[in-house]
Nanobody
Framework: QLRLVESGGGLVQPGGSLRLTCAVS????????IGWFRQAPGKERERVSC????????DYADSVKGRFTISRDNAKKTVYLQMNSLKPEDTGIYYC????????????????WGQGTLVTVSS
């Protein structure tokens, strides 16, 4: 019943920035950790970042540390991924997903996924 919808993807030059948005509906989001994942052509899906139900904890893949920032606004039922200093290897379809429970543990047990939004980093 939880629904997730991503938006904000597009074409950007290397070094540029994008902000992705994950809109959550159907159930209260303040019980869910929410993560961002991506999948590049011909590669396996990888975890980019995850944030706990209150926003008190977050983690990042080594490849994006210092460049990406995850945040959430439970009142607006929205999670964001601010992506700066984008590289061609950041290209892929980005998905948000939710796991029920406190802390970052639920990032490993996901209940629902969005449809994805395409990010292309190219000159």
């Amino acid at each position: 019943q939880l629904r997730l919808v991503e938006s904000g993807g597009g074409l950007v030059q290397p070094g540029g920035s994008l902000r992705l948005t994950c809109a959550v509906s159907g159930l209260p989001m303040d019980f869910y950790a929410i993560g961002w994942f991506r999948q590049a052509p011909g590669k396996e899906r990888e975890r980019v970042s995850c944030i706990s139900h209150t926003g008190g904890s977050a983690d990042y893949a080594d490849s994006v540390k210092g460049r990406f920032t995850i945040s959430r606004d439970n009142a607006k039922k929205t999670v964001y991924l601010q992506m700066n200093s984008l590289k061609p290897e950041d290209t892929g379809i980005y998905y948000c997903a939710a796991g029920l429970g406190g802390g970052l543990g639920p990032c490993n047990y996901l209940d629902a996924w969005g449809q994805g939004t395409l990010v292309t980093v190219s000159s």
